[in-house]
Nanobody, 123 residues
């Protein structure tokens, strides 16, 4: 079973920085894209940033210019560098992996989520 292990969340003051990481492991797979989503209390989960296997990236308008997503294909790991953090960035951040996984002789498209990591921006 594929696991996504996230790390790097925490409490930071407004204007500060944090870096999240997410590593995928377990089984035989090839990643199409990895991304970060977030969910604030009382709100729906939203896309923050995504990176494809060829390095293409996409960001939510609210984080453009402040957040940078990057990946290490050899380590099946994605990072989210978050700068100039604002209180409205406070949320649980979830890692997502879109992949094809080898199962019982077949390659099947699968979608996995991490357990989430809390990011709190407050003075």
């Amino acid at each position: 079973q594929v696991q996504l292990v996230e790390s790097g969340g925490g409490l930071v003051q407004p204007g500060g920085s944090l870096t999240l990481s997410c590593a995928a492991s377990g089984g035989i797979f090839s990643i199409n894209a990895m991304g970060w989503y977030r969910q604030a209390p009382g709100k729906e989960r939203e896309l923050v940033a995504v990176i494809t296997s060829d390095g293409s990236t996409n960001y939510a308008d609210s984080v453009k210019g402040r957040f940078t997503i990057s990946g290490d294909n050899a380590k099946n790991t994605v990072y989210l560098q978050m700068n100039t953090l604002k209180p409205e960035d406070t949320a649980v951040y979830y890692c997502n992996a879109d992949m094809i996984k080898y199962e019982s002789g077949w390659w099947r498209r699968r979608d996995y989520w991490g357990q989430g990591t809390q990011v709190t921006v407050s003075s």
